[in-house]
């Protein structure tokens, strides 16, 4: 695995405290907004790949990571996907 799970979520998270410092500041877009629920979502199905991986189990970012996630949504597909 070129990325590993942790470092995506370090990734994903700077990018959403980012978003995040804009809004409060109110300069954020709709397209911002859409982002951080996209965000949102990635990093819960990361922190799920997380705990899999720290149980023992073998995780891929480019097998597990991109399967389309909706155990977080009520939606057929992820937010933003």
Known sequence: ?????????QELSKL???LV???GSHR??????DTLRRL???LQVLWDLRRRELAG???????????NYTRYT????PPGR
Do not use: C
């Open 21 to 23: 410092a804009r809004e």
């Open 74 to 77: 009520d939606a057929d597909d």
């Open 57 to 67: 189990e073998q995780v891929s970012l480019d097998e597990d990571y991109y399967d």
């Open 28 to 33: 954020a877009t709709e397209e911002d907004h």
């Open 40 to 42: 949102d979502h990635d």
């Open 16 to 18: 959403r405290e980012d």
């Open 1 to 9: 695995m070129a990325e590993g799970v942790m470092q995506r979520i």
